[in-house]
């Protein structure tokens, strides 16, 4: 079921990832010391609600977050430090190394350039292509991502083509510098169901046909579970609990995963009332001393607010940071 | 395409006709321009015969049906005061108009456009203070106010320019100048908040996303989608500027059409008064109009159809 | 019984004007397109599409705020018209809507209280209830504590605004809730909340509901029924149960292969996954015969040339199909 041998070299390393801002004068920190690591050709999904980070840490590793945020910690990918390069060396690896795809596809694009001007000028920037060249590169790359009708709808704008048009040239965009790593940020919440499941298939077989690796970012558990080898469940800019899908999904531990997976209403089953989590997610930058979902949760301890998990591993490939059960 | 500039073409020759109407109206019915040639004690039997010679006894729909007639003929009346046709009086001001209206257009595109760009990319910067504080500054203050002083610096304390007047181009440094400071100031606001918009679009940062470099970002993508505003603003003050900037032609003594129109209308020199609207008017207008074209070269969306579609 | 709600052969056009519209002439975008269905009181049809399948164009028709094209909307009896008269302002006070934007639905310069008080002051001008108690019994009901009576919209969380917007829809006790995607906007663990809410003041109230939604798995929970559109049309309709759990019509199938359940295997692996070819369609093209049959993978000649109607599969369920027509008349049976 893993794609990736456990020999695949670890593309990206990152470590105690802490992201604050600056806002009039004192900092407040969004992030909380975030670890993780992808190996080449890896599917990982980063699965949270609003605030926890999910997003954040990928626009901190690529330096996107606007000059008043502080971004700490290591971040190390194919062993070159990205924490700390100037703009223009982040630009070198942004498009070319990592790429990005946003939520809104049709607001991500530039509304006054034709959508084959736009992928034409990442071939330029990355590759070199320019002119005929570039323009077959383009018409390829639409092919590749389906985009029926390519040599007519190169010329089109963005806003004359649907969402899921969009999201497609997007992806092209993203692919057309060869990158080795994918971070889609809800690739398909601005998209209809059956739209959604067409772009999950493709982004699934060009990441099997080019050997990418692939971050997928979203709320939705369940397009986490279709496309992803290894979930990392992330709650107010901690990660909380990180496993393979499957065992995510069956043998969850985190209160918090628990809460997710019970929240969700079943196509198949019939179920009375929904479990729900009480309370709501704490403000961005709010200081909090232990655990941050600790208000929230039905089994917390004393000991509990007094100083915050740290993610441990308790089986292969599954970590947890939960001071009760770590304890237990 | 083809329909928008045929229904906005529509729409100022409404404005051009509305515009002529009332100024019209008011002028007639705002004092009697017989009293004002002739002075006030003049006999009556002068001033009727006055009234006569020019039809201004006649109702006032008929004056100005016939004042219609005569323009679609390319007749449009005679100066009160000398005689002499209205219209070549206005055209003989246009020159002078343009020598200060067409200098000050520019300075307002070089300096103001570039100032607004600066305050937006360096925001709440000590850059983007300095220029909203002068931005606030020159649109605050009147244009006669600051005419007025320019020349007790410049012309009275330091005698290195003239105070008015038309002879050479030190006369009109001045007050391009007074015109620019106003301009500029309104142009840098707009192209600020312009731009600022445009930066906090998602697609501003897929395209930093994509690897361009920030100077890249800024002007492939951010720039053009900044420009539509910026374009019509422009326009609106290009129009301004050729309709003549009255106060500052009455403060520098300089004889252009605004200046000529402010004495026309204290004289009620009626049909010069007219033909000097009429000429701004269609200036106004026409700059519109180009606006209007000139943006929807460059905003596709209003290019397509302007119906729903997915 | 009466149904609360009876729609029949509802259509709403709107013109449209094309690339060429001074050659070729107006073209006509066909939001809805012949609907009939209907609500008995006490229970919840949900109403599931994609984009461009008329759905929200059918809150709007319901509730009368835009005429009809043809076809009659029926609510208690009574014809629904959308002419803003005193009697359609007068039946404002038994059918309410939820919007899917929070924020965008509330008044920024209102406190929460006042939000809800609002409507009370509308309808009942003579004073019979007292606004503020029955405001606040009913912002207690929604679950807002009494320290964000007195907050702004741009105060509360989105959880707490849609509640808002619900105490608001629901202080004058109507008989009718349309809600257009009411928690979609919503973070996951809040949208179990407000679903349970809903589910609580359904029953207490005895609420009829409309409920409009691309989320098939929150319809499956809380819709008794359920019909599903596709450009301006009922391709399927039944009970939820029924519909979700054995769907007839190609397109219901391939919306609910189409949702993500957690656990299930890898998108490309995993067999029985519908994906169909092509995207929602544009309701100003709407293809000729079944308007499904472009991207059916199960379309025949017939479909192309001549439009489905509504065929009874079993006690509570219909699907608009030929394959079913056929099954049904074609065999004799």
Redesign the interface.
């Known amino acids: 079921m893993t794609s990736t041998a456990v020999n695949s070299p670890t593309l990206l390393n990152i470590s105690e990832l802490r992201i604050a801002f600056d806002q009039r004068g004192h900092a407040s920190e969004v992030l909380h010391g975030v670890d993780l690591h992808i190996a080449a050709g890896e599917s990982i999904g980063l699965v949270g609600e609003s605030g926890c980070g999910k997003s954040i840490t990928w626009l901190g590793v690529?330096g996107?977050l606007g000059k008043h945020a502080r971004v700490t910690g290591s971040v190390k990918f194919q062993g070159r430090e990205l924490l700390g390069l100037s703009?223009?060396e982040l630009?070198?690896?942004?498009?070319?190394k990592i790429?990005?795809?946003?939520?809104?596809p049709s607001?991500?694009?530039?509304?006054?350039?034709r959508i084959g001007a736009q992928i034409a000028?990442?071939l330029t920037?990355?590759r070199g292509l320019r002119g005929a060249e570039a323009n077959a590169e383009v018409l390829a790359l639409l092919d590749h991502v389906e985009i029926p009708d390519a040599k007519r709808r190169m010329n089109a704008?963005p806003?004359?083509l649907?969402g899921g048009m969009n999201q497609r040239v997007?992806i092209a965009?993203a692919l057309a510098?060869q990158p080795d790593l994918l971070i889609a940020d809800e690739p398909t919440t601005a998209l209809d169901a059956t739209v959604q499941a067409q772009i999950l298939v493709l982004l699934d077989t060009i990441r099997r046909d080019t050997g990418m690796a692939l971050v997928t970012i979203s709320h939705d558990l369940g397009v986490i579970s279709e496309i992803s080898d290894r979930v990392l469940v992330m709650y107010a800019g901690s990660i909380v609990e990180s496993a393979p899908s499957q065992t995510l999904f069956s043998e969850a531990q985190h209160p918090y995963s628990l809460g997710l997976l019970a929240a969700m209403p079943a196509l198949d089953a019939e179920v009375q009332r929904l479990t729900t989590i009480r309370g709501s997610i704490p403000q961005a930058g709010q200081l909090i001393q232990g655990c941050r979902f600790e208000a929230r949760c039905d089994f917390a301890q004393d000991n509990c607010r007094v100083a915050a998990p740290i993610l441990k591993t308790i089986a292969v490939g599954h970590s947890l940071a939960c001071t009760r059960k770590l304890a237990a | 395409m083809?329909?928008y500039m045929l229904s906005r073409s529509l729409r100022a020759l409404l404005t051009i006709f509305l515009v002529v109407g009332f100024a019209f109206t008011i002028l007639r019915l705002s004092g009697d321009p017989a009293m004002m040639i002739l002075s006030a004690d003049a006999p009556p039997e002068a001033i009727a015969a006055f009234r006569q010679s020019w039809g201004l006894d006649a109702p006032l729909w008929q004056q100005f049906w016939g004042y219609l007639l005569n323009i679609l003929q390319g007749n449009f009346g005679v100066s009160m005061r000398d005689g002499s046709p209205a219209m070549r009086l206005v055209l003989e001001a246009i020159p002078a108009t343009l020598a200060l209206a067409l200098p000050a257009f520019a300075l307002n595109l070089l300096i103001g456009i570039p100032a607004g760009i600066l305050a937006a990319l360096h925001r709440n910067s000590w850059i983007d203070r300095l220029v909203m504080s002068f931005s606030v500054a020159g649109h605050t203050l009147p244009s006669f106010v600051l005419g007025l002083l320019l020349v007790l610096i410049f012309a009275v304390s330091f005698g290195w320019l003239p105070s008015g007047g038309f002879n050479g181009v030190e006369h009109a440094i001045l007050p391009v100048l007074t015109l620019t400071v106003g301009g500029a100031a309104v142009l840098a606001r707009y192209t600020r908040s312009s731009m600022l918009e445009v930066l906090g679009?998602?697609?501003i940062?897929?395209?930093?996303?994509?690897?361009?470099?920030?100077s890249q970002v800024v002007i492939?993508?951010a720039l053009?989608?900044a420009a539509l505003p910026i374009i019509t603003i422009a326009g609106l003050m290009f129009g301004g500027l050729i309709a003549g900037a009255v106060v500052v032609e009455s403060v520098f003594s300089w004889p252009g059409v605004g200046r000529l129109t402010v004495s026309a209308v204290g004289n009620r020199d009626l049909a010069v008064v007219q033909a000097a609207l009429l000429l701004i008017t269609v200036s106004m207008v026409a700059t519109n109009l180009a606006v209007d074209a000139i943006y929807s070269l460059?905003?596709?969306?209003l290019r397509?159809?302007?119906?729903?579609?997915? | 019984m009466t149904p609360l709600l009876n729609v029949k052969n509802l259509q709403r056009h709107?013109s449209?004007?094309?690339?060429t519209?001074?050659l070729a002439g107006k073209?006509l975008?066909r939001a809805v397109d012949g609907v009939t269905l209907s609500v008995q009181r006490g229970k919840t049809l949900g109403l599931v599409g994609e984009?461009?399948c008329g759905k929200s164009t059918m809150a709007k028709l319901v509730l009368g705020l835009i005429p009809a094209t043809a076809g009659t909307v029926e609510f208690d009896g009574k014809s629904v018209t959308a002419q803003r008269n005193q009697a359609w302002r007068a039946a404002r006070r038994h059918m309410q809507m939820v919007y899917q934007d929070p924020l965008g639905a509330l008044d920024r310069r209102l406190t929460a209280l006042e939000q809800v008080i609002e409507p009370l002051q509308i309808h009942d001008k003579h004073g019979e209830i007292q606004p503020a108690l029955a405001a606040q019994n009913m912002m207690s009901a929604v679950g807002l504590t009494d320290n964000l009576f007195q907050r702004y919209p741009h105060e509360l969380s989105g959880g707490q605004r849609q509640r808002v917007v619900l105490a608001r829809a629901l202080v004058l006790k109507p008989s009718l809730l349309v809600c257009d995607e009411p928690i979609s906007a919503l973070d996951v663990s809040v949208q179990a909340q407000v679903i349970n809410l809903l589910d609580d003041l359904r029953q207490q109230m005895n609420l009829t509901m409309l409920f409009i939604s691309h989320d098939l798995r929150v319809v499956r929970h809380i819709c008794d029924e359920v019909a599903v559109m596709y450009l301006g049309r009922i391709i399927e309709q039944g009970s939820a149960k029924e519909v979700l759990t054995h769907p007839a019509h190609p397109y219901t199938q391939a919306l609910i292969s189409a949702v993500s359940t957690p656990g299930a295997k890898n998108a490309a692996k995993s067999s029985g996954r519908i994906i169909l070819k092509g995207?929602?369609?544009?309701p100003?093209d709407v293809p000729t015969g079944c308007s499904f049959h472009p991207r059916c993978a199960l379309a025949t000649a017939h479909c192309k040339t001549s439009a489905p109607i509504a065929t009874r599969i079993s006690e509570s369920h219909t699907v608009s199909c030929h394959l079913h027509t056929m099954i049904h008349h074609g065999s004799g049976s």
């Open positions: 690529l996107l703009d223009t630009s070198q690896i942004r498009g070319r790429s990005m795809i946003f939520q809104d607001s991500s694009l530039n509304p006054a350039q000028e990442s920037l990355h704008y806003h004359e649907s997007m965009m510098g | 083809g329909r679009q998602p697609y940062r897929a395209a930093s996303a994509k690897g361009l470099r920030w492939r993508h053009p989608n460059f905003d596709p969306r397509a159809n302007s119906g729903a579609h997915q | 709107f449209v004007e094309g690339k519209a001074w073209k975008l984009s461009g995207e929602p369609p544009n100003v």
